[in-house]
């Protein structure tokens, strides 16, 4: 259900411009390997981004904060509380050639 609601809300634009923590928060709960690495999931999240127009600076975020941001998503969602991490790191949609970096 949770992959339902990321992907329903991810392709909202609008709501993706202004929500990608929250898709976020939701793509990674319902994330079927609790181990994995999370690649699937920003693949998904970036491509999701981009067709709403933006992108997000990872390489700029923190991981343990951005962790910490997630976490608290994840146990609160619809909070704002990765919206509110990742809003400084929000750029224009990069080109998919970009995305890789």
Do not use: C
């Amino acid at each position: 259900r949770a992959m339902d609601i990321a992907l329903k809300k991810g392709q909202d634009k609008e709501f993706m411009r202004q929500n990608p923590g929250e898709v976020m928060g939701y793509l990674a709960f319902g994330h079927p390997f609790l181990d994995g690495n999370g690649r699937a999931i920003m693949v998904v999240h970036s491509e999701l981004a981009r067709r709403a127009g933006i992108s997000i600076d990872w390489a700029s975020t923190d991981k343990d904060d951005f962790l910490a941001a997630l976490t608290q998503e994840i146990e609160d969602p619809g909070k704002g509380h990765l919206d509110r991490y990742l809003k400084p790191y929000i750029r224009s949609a990069m080109t998919q050639d970009k995305l890789v970096d």
